[in-house]
């Protein structure tokens, strides 16, 4: 496994791609507006760093499956870039005013409880990116099901919070707290009935979620870390031990 210790900036026209695309993209529920705002503000270099990744991995020929799409700001950034991409999502009903003013393609699918309504053997890659922390049911079964549709030896993108980040550590040994992006328990599951969906269950360190992969069928071929901190401690944390970086992204391989 290659470890990646430093995520490279996201190309600036990705970037630009990203905000253009958050600028089109409207909620239909008026009560997910700020929370849309908000998230695409924090979340726009991320999301970059996402496409740049996806696009150094994949063929224009690959069909692309893209779990967790909503709020779409990365879906519709992958179509207008031609990419054939598909995605998923526990209630697409959210932005479906957008979704077909793109002509997006997203099924619905609540991957804790239901089969991804889809063939096997059918995808040659999966992004599954800031989700696999949001799962509170039976991860097993999720990710297991991504590997079905899957075609031997397509590829998996997850990202999730690195639990041994620097804030990570910090709230454990200072605050008594387990989280290293998230707020409180109490405001995690308080977003079920605000957006509709999950916020963060568990975060997790890196070794638990390679053996994680292992278990259901992936080889995980490389590791980066990724993201920084505000202040100049924080920086200079982040430049001198990279792993403390807040974020990890995960290339696997199916077996």
């Known amino acids: 496994m290659h ?20 600028a089109r993209i409207v909620p239909d529920n008026d009560q997910l507006e700020a929370w849309f705002r908000a ?24 069909r692309i499956l893209e779990l967790g799409a909503v709020p779409l700001l990365l879906t519709l950034p992958l179509h207008e870039r ?10 697409p009903g ?49 990710l297991r099901e991504v590997r079905r549709v899957l075609k031997p030896g397509g590829l998996l993108l997850l990202s999730t919070p690195n639990l041994r980040s620097l804030f990570g550590l910090y709230n454990f040994v200072f605050r008594s707290r387990a989280y290293s992006c998230s707020a409180d328990v109490y405001a995690q599951y308080a977003k ?3 957006i509709g969906h999950m916020g963060h269950v568990r975060e997790y360190t890196v070794p638990e979620v390679v053996e994680f992969l292992d278990h259901v069928g992936f080889d995980v071929e490389s590791v980066t870390f990724r993201g920084g901190y505000p202040g100049r401690v924080g ?7 990279p792993r403390l970086r807040p974020f990890v992204s995960y290339v696997a391989r199916a077996r």
Do not use: M
């Not at 210790?5 to 695309?21: G, Y």
């Open 3 to 22: 470890t990646d210790k430093e995520a490279r900036t996201p190309p600036a026209p990705l970037l630009a791609a990203v905000q253009a695309s958050a």
């Open 39 to 62: 998230y695409a503000s924090n979340h726009a270099r991320r999301i970059a760093f996402d496409l740049d990744l996806i696009e150094r991995h994949t063929a224009p020929s690959d």
């Open 82 to 91: 031609g990419h054939d991409v598909t995605g998923v999502d526990i209630d």
């Open 94 to 142: 959210r932005f479906a005013s957008t979704i077909a003013s793109f002509d997006l393609s997203v099924v619905q699918c609540d991957i804790e409880h239901e089969p991804l309504p889809l063939p096997s053997d059918t995808w040659d890659v999966a992004v599954f990116n800031e989700l696999f922390e949001h799962l509170r049911i039976n991860p097993i079964f999720t």
């Open 192 to 194: 079920l009935e605000e």
């Open 235 to 241: 920086r200079a944390a982040a430049r001198l031990l």
